[in-house]
């Protein structure tokens, strides 16, 4: 749906810059986007690369672990239905330290496994169960300590300051997390299994 909402909005312009005789500007524009995107991309690559490689060095350096063992009281509130041994909880530990970090894109690979070991959990395979719900939640609020992505784009468009941004998004992501885990616990006892 989202492409066919672009390919009507790029129609629009095309057809407007015709209309109106700027079809050199639409032009202009076109390419500029064109060379600005994919010195984005360029840009994105690099980071995610390195940021990647650095949560495989942490996770082979144990880093993760440890951080997932300091992660465990959290769990075992958020999620008091999964076993303390199940392989649900290492995948939700590893997306919480991708997403803190800042990582969506190294977040995403362990919130599907996690899900589907979620699932497996699941005694009604058509309705989702309160630790699901909650584990979107907190995905869709997405705490972040460094907001790696948004550093990225600052430092790309030319920002003075591209790291100014970690405080604020520190407490709006907070909030947002706050707010989305007293939801999930509030409609989890209401709806409890």
């Given at each position: ?68 063992r300091v992660l465990t009281p959290v769990i075992d509130f958020l999620f008091p239905r999964v076993p303390k041994d199940h392989p649900a909880r290492e995948y939700i ?73 970690i405080v604020p998004a520190i407490l709006a992501t907070l909030v947002s997390t706050l707010a989305g885990v007293i939801y999930a616990k509030i409609m989890g006892r209401?709806?409890?299994?």
């Amino acid at each position: 749906m989202l492409n066919y909402m672009w390919g009507i909005m790029i129609i629009i312009g095309i057809v407007v810059g015709a209309l109106t005789g700027n079809m050199e500007a639409v032009s202009a524009a076109i390419i500029d986007s064109s060379k600005e995107a994919i010195a984005l991309c360029i840009t994105m690559l690099g980071i995610v690369a390195m940021w990647t490689g650095v949560l495989k060095i942490a996770e082979v350096g144990g880093l993760m672990a440890a951080m997932s063992r300091v992660l465990t009281p959290v769990i075992d509130f958020l999620f008091p239905r999964v076993p303390k041994d199940h392989p649900a909880r290492e995948y939700i530990s590893t997306n919480f330290v991708a997403n803190m970090l800042g990582l969506g894109w190294a977040a995403t690979p362990a919130g599907l496994k996690a899900m589907e070991e979620l699932q497996k959990l699941n005694k009604d395979k058509s309705v989702a169960t309160t630790d699901m719900c909650t584990f979107l939640i907190i995905n869709i609020s997405s705490l972040q300590l460094v907001p790696m992505n948004i550093i990225a784009y600052r430092s790309e468009y030319g920002s003075v300051a591209p790291t100014a941004i970690i405080v604020p998004a520190i407490l709006a992501t907070l909030v947002s997390t706050l707010a989305g885990v007293i939801y999930a616990k509030i409609m989890g006892r209401r709806y409890h299994e």
